[in-house]
């Protein structure tokens, strides 16, 4: 078994540790505390991860548009090696 086995293997045990921890803590005297904490750290979570995505979205510069990568010019483009390209051919047929 690898680390990374090993590593998922840890993950699994610990989760389902907690899962059963969880499930006989409803039963407990502090069941409403135990799933406010629970609902809290879900809350906290998803609204963190939301943020985030908002935040990459709104600092990550937009693409360049189609229009600027395809070119407006009438002239073929020219290759930097010297010879022509696929590209310059298929153009200079139609």
Do not use: C, R
């Amino acid at each position: 078994m690898n680390k990374d086995q090993s590593y998922g293997g840890l993950i699994l045990v610990v989760s389902v540790v907690v899962l059963i921890l969880y499930l006989f803590s409803l039963t407990s005297p502090y069941a409403a505390a135990v799933v406010f904490t629970v609902v809290s750290i879900a809350v906290v979570g998803i609204l963190g991860i939301t943020g985030w995505i908002g935040w990459t979205m709104l600092t990550t510069p937009p693409p360049a548009p189609l229009e600027a990568e395809m070119g407006s010019s009438s002239s073929p483009a020219t290759p930097t090696s010297g010879s022509t390209s696929t590209a310059a051919k298929t153009d200079e047929k139609h």
